[in-house]
C-alpha cells in the first residue's frame, strides 16, 4: 500500500513578497505535488497558490542543483569546477578566513546576505549567517541598500519610523467599490495575493485604473490604463493635490486631528514654531486669534478652532500653518506642466484628479517597484500626501500602499538573540552604507579581502556587472552560497550546496495569514547539501568560534519561543514553544479577525514624531527646500543622443527574480529564450524587423537577443526580459547596463540627510545590529534610470 503524508513548505518563489507556505503532499517518500494550505479559522480557506507554486517542487531534483561542495579549477569565471567534501571545503576556506583575520582584521571579510528570495527568509538563512558575521566581525554592505527605499523615506518623513507601515494585509481592498489605482506596479504578473483581491475588488464593482510604462497584465485586466512618461507619477499626484486644495476636496476632521497640519511654521527659520521651552508647538487659535502652544506627542489642541490655513505676523514673525505652505507649493504645478511632464492629455489628468478628489467614493492606490527612479523616494510622498488630505489612508476600503509587502498581522519570533548572541550593543560586525562599501571595495585601496555571499545573487541583481567584476577581481576568497551556480556563483572560488526548503525545517512567518507554521522536510536531502544551521555552524567552529556555534537546530528553535516582548505571539494560550508547534504544525496569532491589518488603521495612533501626529511639514528638509514634497526630476544619469532609450528590464511573469531559470516549463512558458522588445515606432527608425538579432548596449555593457516588436512597449523604452541568467543570453546581459544600485552616482544630498536623520533618532543604522529597516535607509532605487541604444547585431567576422 502507498504511504501519503504532507507537510509545509515555504514556497521558493517566496521573494515575490507573497510569502507562501506550501502543502507538499508526499507519496512514498516522493514529493507527489504541491498544492494550497488550508489555515484554520478564520483564515480556513486564505491559502492559495500560484503556476510557480504548482512547479516548487521540481526544484528538488532539477539537474542543475549542486549537490557537493565545488572548488574552482583555472581561473575564475571559466566554469571549471572539481568536486570536494565538505570538510575540505570548510577546512580550505576557515584557513583562508583565519589568514585574513590575523593579518588584516575580520573586517577584511565582507557578507553579502540579502534574503529577500531565500526561503523562509526570516528564517534561519537569515539568522545564521548574520551570526556568524556578527561573531567573526565581518563587514556588512547591506545597510542602505537602493532596494524598495521610496516608501521607506515617505514613511520615515511622516512618522519618524520606517517599516511599521509598509505591511498591508491585501484583503483591505477586497471590498472597495470605487476605483482600485494600480499605480506603477504590475500585481496581477507579479503580486497574486494583491491580484487576487484586484479580482475580487472588481466583482465587487471596482473600477480598475492602470497607470504605468508598459502595456503588462495588469493594464490588460484593468478597465482604463493610463501610459505616463517615466519616473513622471510624482507630478500627476503633484496636480491632484492641487486639485485637491483648488475644489476643497480635503477631509478637515482627519488631517486637523491626525496630522501637523495646523502648525505653524516660523518662516524665518524654516523649522516648526515652538514655544521657549522647546518642547510645545504652536497652532494659531481662530477665536482667540492668538497663538496657543499644544505639547508635543499628540496632545489635544489648545483651542476649539485652530487654523488650518493662514498666514499670521505676531510680534514681528511671520507663521504660516503647514497646510498652507503646502497649498502654496501646488503653484507651480499648472496642467500645462503635468501634461508636459507626464504625457499625458489634459482630459486625461483633469479626469484623474476629480476622480480622487469624489471623497464619497471609495479609492485605494496600490503602487510598487514600477517607480524605481531615482526620484521615487519624492514621488512616494505625493502619494501618502493625498491619502492623508483625503483621509483615505486607514479608512476602510479606502487607502495608499507603497510597497506591496502583503501580510496578515506581523509575526515575529525571538531571532534577534541568535543573530545578536551577545546582544545588539555587542555585535562585531561593521555596518557600512553600501555605496562606500562599492566605493572603497571597487578601488585600489580596496581593505577588503574575502566575500561570502550568504544570499543572494548580487552580480545578477545589484548592477552593475561590471562593477561587481572589479571586486572579485580584488578579493583573495569568494563563496556562494547557492543551490546551484549563477552569476555570482560563476565568479567563485568555492561553491557551498545549501539543500531546499522542502529539504530542511524550519519556521513560516510572514504572509501566512497570521500563522505561524513549521516548516518540515517532505524528503530526505538529495546530494550531500548542508542547511544552513550546519553549514554555518561548521564554519564557524572552524575560525574559533564554537562557544557561540554549537548548539544544534533544536536548541535554535527553543530560543525562537522564548521571549516575552511581541504580543500578538507571547499572549497566545497556551504559550506557543517548539514542542507545541511540532505537535500542531501550525498555530494562530493572537490577532483579530477583524479588521485586517492595515498599518495606517489606528485614528488614534501616536507617531514617533516630535508633534505626535503625521507630518506633513518635514522640518528635517526645510534647508534643502524639501520640507513639503517636491516631484524631482529624472537624474537621466547617462541620457545623450548617444544613447536615447530608457532601459526597462520588467519582470517575467514565470520567473522569480533570477529563480526558477533553470526549470525547462518556465524557461518554455517565458518564451524559451530572453527577448528585446520595442515600439514600432522605435523599429521603423532603426530599420529593425521581429526576428532580428540586436544588441542593446550602453557605455557600460550590451546584451544580444532576437527582436520582438510589441505596441505594448512604449517609443522610447527599450525592453529586455528580466531574471534570464547571463549564460541565456547570446552575448552580454542586460545586468551590464543598468544603473549601479546605490552607488554613489545616484546618491543624493536628499539620502545623505535621510541616513543622518535615521542616526540622529538614535537608531544604529546597523542591519547587523537588529535594526532592520537600516536596511534601505538612505539610498534611492535606480534600476530603471538606465539609458541604451539599439542597433542590428553584426557577428564578428575573425580578422
Ligand atoms: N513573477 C514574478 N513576480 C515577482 C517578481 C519576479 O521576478 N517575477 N519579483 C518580485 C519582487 S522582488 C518585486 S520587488 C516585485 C516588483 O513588482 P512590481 O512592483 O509590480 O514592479 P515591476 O514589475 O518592476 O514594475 C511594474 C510596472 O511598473 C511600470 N512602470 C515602469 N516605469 C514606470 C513609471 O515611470 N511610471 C509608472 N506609473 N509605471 C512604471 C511598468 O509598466 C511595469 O510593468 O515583484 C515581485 N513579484
Ligand atoms: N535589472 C534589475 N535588477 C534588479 C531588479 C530589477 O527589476 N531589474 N529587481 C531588484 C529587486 S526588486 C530585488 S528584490 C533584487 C533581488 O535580488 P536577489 O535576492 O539577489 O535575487 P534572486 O535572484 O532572487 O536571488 C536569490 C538567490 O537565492 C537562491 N536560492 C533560492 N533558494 C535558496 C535556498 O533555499 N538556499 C539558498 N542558499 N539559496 C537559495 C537562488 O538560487 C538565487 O540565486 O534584485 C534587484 N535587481
Ligand atoms: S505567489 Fe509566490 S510565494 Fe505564493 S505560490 Fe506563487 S510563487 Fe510561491
Ligand atoms: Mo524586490
Given amino acids: 500500500m502507498s504511504e501519503e503524508k504532507f507537510v509545509y513548505t515555504a514556497c521558493p518563489g517566496w521573494g515575490d513578497h507573497d510569502f507562501c507556505a506550501l502543502k507538499t503532499v508526499v507519496k512514498d517518500g516522493v514529493i507527489d505535488h504541491c498544492e494550497k494550505i488550508e489555515y484554520s479559522e478564520p483564515e480556513k480557506l486564505d491559502g492559495h497558490i500560484c503556476q510557480k507554486g504548482c512547479l516548487a517542487h521540481r526544484i528538488v531534483d532539477n539537474p542543475n542543483r549542486v549537490l557537493h561542495p565545488l ?181 478637515k476632521e482627519y488631517v486637523l486631528s491626525r496630522s501637523s497640519a495646523a502648525y505653524l511654521v516660523d518662516e524665518e527659520t524654516g523649522k516648526l514654531a515652538r514655544d521657549a521651552s522647546g518642547a510645545s508647538f504652536y497652532v494659531y487659535d481662530s477665536d482667540a486669534q492668538g497663538l496657543a502652544a499644544i505639547a508635543g506627542g499628540r496632545a489635544e489642541y489648545p483651542c476649539a478652532n485652530p487654523a488650518l490655513f493662514g498666514r499670521f505676523e505676531i510680534d514681528g514673525k ?16 499648472t496642467l500645462q506642466k503635468t501634461i508636459e511632464m507626464t504625457g499625458l492629455s489634459g482630459d ?41 488630505l483625503s483621509g483615505r489612508l486607514g479608512k476602510p476600503n479606502n487607502g495608499v500602499v507603497e510597497s506591496l509587502q502583503l501580510m496578515s498581522y506581523p509575526v515575529m519570533l525571538n531571532d ?99 500563522h505561524i507554521v513549521l516548516q518540515e522536510p517532505a524528503i530526505e536531502r538529495i546530494g550531500d547539501t548542508k ?57 494562530r496569532l493572537n490577532a483579530p479577525a477583524e479588521p485586517k491589518f492595515d498599518p495606517w488603521m489606528d485614528p488614534f495612533e501616536v507617531y514617533a ?21 517636491q516631484p524631482r526630476g529624472l537624474h537621466k544619469i547617462g541620457k545623450s543622443e548617444e544613447y536615447p532609450y530608457q532601459l526597462f528590464t520588467g519582470r517575467q511573469r514565470f520567473f522569480m527574480q533570477s529563480s526558477y531559470t533553470d526549470d525547462p516549463i518556465t524557461i518554455h512558458l517565458s518564451g524559451d529564450k530572453p527577448a528585446t522588445r520595442v515600439n514600432p515606432i522605435d523599429a521603423k527608425r532603426h530599420g529593425l524587423q521581429a526576428g532580428d538579432k540586436v544588441e542593446v548596449y550602453n557605455d557600460r555593457g550590451h546584451v544580444v537577443t532576437n527582436l520582438e516588436i510589441s505596441e505594448s512597449i512604449p517609443a522610447g523604452t527599450i525592453h ?54 537600516s536596511q534601505p535607509i538612505g539610498a534611492a532605487d535606480c534600476y530603471w534610470d538606465s539609458w541604451c541604444n539599439i542597433r542590428k547585431y553584426e557577428v564578428k567576422k575573425e580578422a
Avoid at 484583503?171 to 470605487?178: L, R, T
Avoid at 484628479?353 to 503602487?367: Q, T
Avoid at 552616482?745 to 537608531?763: H, K, M, P, Q, Y
Wanted: aromatic letters at 12%.
Fill in 609 to 629: 514624531t516630535p508633534t505626535g501626529r503625521l507630518e506633513l511639514y518635514a522640518e528635517r528638509l526645510s534647508d534643502l527646500d524639501d520640507a513639503v514634497p
Fill in 720 to 773: 529586455v526580459w528580466f531574471g534570464w541568467r547571463r549564460r541565456q543570453f547570446e552575448e552580454g546581459t542586460y545586468s551590464e547596463m543598468v544603473n549601479q544600485a546605490s552607488g554613489r552616482d545616484t546618491v543624493t544630498e536628499l539620502e545623505d540627510r535621510w541616513w543622518n536623520d535615521w542616526i540622529a533618532t538614535g537608531r544604529t543604522g546597523s542591519v547587523l545590529a537588529g535594526d532592520a529597516a
Fill in 71 to 251: 572548488k574552482r579549477i583555472g581561473k575564475r569565471g571559466e566554469g571549471e569546477w572539481e568536486q570536494i567534501s565538505w570538510d575540505q571545503a570548510l577546512d580550505e576556506i576557515a584557513a583562508k578566513l583565519n589568514q585574513i583575520r590575523d593579518e588584516s582584521g575580520p573586517q577584511s571579510v565582507c557578507m553579502w546576505h540579502l534574503g529577500a528570495g531565500m526561503p523562509p527568509a526570516m528564517g534561519f538563512e537569515d539568522s545564521m549567517p548574520k551570526r556568524f558575521a556578527n561573531t567573526f566581525g565581518c563587514t556588512d554592505p547591506m545597510t542602505s541598500q537602493g532596494l524598495d527605499c521610496g516608501p521607506f523615506y515617505s514613511e520615515f518623513y511622516l512618522t519618524n519610523d520606517a517599516f511599521l507601515h509598509t505591511i498591508i494585509d491585501p484583503a483591505c481592498w477586497a471590498n472597495c467599490d470605487g476605483d482600485i489605482w494600480i499605480w506603477g506596479c504590475n500585481p496581477i504578473e507579479n503580486q497574486m495575493r494583491a491580484a487576487q483581491n484586484v479580482v475580487r475588488a472588481r466583482e465587487a464593482g471596482a473600477n480598475i485604473i492602470d497607470i504605468g510604462l508598459v502595456f503588462d497584465g495588469s493594464a490588460g485586466y484593468a478597465d482604463e490604463f493610463y501610459g505616463v512618461k517615466p519616473g513622471s507619477d510624482g507630478w500627476l499626484a503633484a496636480f491632484i493635490m492641487r486639485r485637491m486644495f483648488e475644489t476643497d476636496s480635503i477631509d
Fill in 348 to 388: 486625461q489628468i483633469n479626469y484623474l484628479a476629480d476622480k480622487w478628489c469624489d471623497l464619497s467614493r471609495n479609492e485605494f492606490i496600490l503602487s510598487g517597484y514600477g517607480l524605481r527612479y531615482p526620484n521615487a523616494n519624492e514621488t512616494c510622498r505625493f502619494f501618502h500626501y493625498i491619502g492623508i
Fill in 416 to 514: 534577534a538573540a541568535i543573530v545578536c548572541p551577545e546582544g545588539p550593543q555587542n555585535v562585531k560586525g561593521v555596518s557600512m552604507r553600501q555605496s562606500d562599501w562599492f566605493e572603497l571595495a571597487q578601488s585600489d585601496k580596496s581593505p577588503f579581502r574575502a566575500l561570502l555571499v550568504a544570499g543572494g545573487n548580487p552580480v545578477h541583481q545589484f548592477p552593475d556587472r561590471k562593477r561587481w567584476l572589479e571586486i572579485v577581481k580584488r578579493m583573495e576568497l569568494v563563496v556562494d552560497v547557492d543551490i546551484w551556480i549563477t552569476d555570482t556563483g560563476e565568479l567563485a572560488d568555492y561553491i557551498l550546496p545549501d539543500c531546499t526548503p522542502f529539504e530542511r525545517e524550519d519556521v513560516v512567518l510572514m504572509g501566512v495569514y497570521n
Fill in 531 to 587: 542547511d544552513p544551521v550546519e553549514l554555518w555552524s561548521e564554519l564557524g567552529k572552524r575560525v574559533g568560534l564554537e562557544k557561540y556555534f554549537n548548539l544544534t537546530l533544536e536548541d535554535y528553535m527553543n530560543i525562537r519561543f522564548d521571549f516575552d516582548w511581541y504580543p500578538l505571539v507571547c499572549t497566545i494560550e497556551p504559550k506557543v514553544t517548539y514542542e507545541r508547534l511540532k505537535k500542531e504544525k501550525m498555530i
Fill in 318 to 333: 511671520s507663521y504660516a500653518t503647514s497646510l498652507t505652505l503646502l497649498q502654496e507649493s501646488c503653484d507651480q504645478y
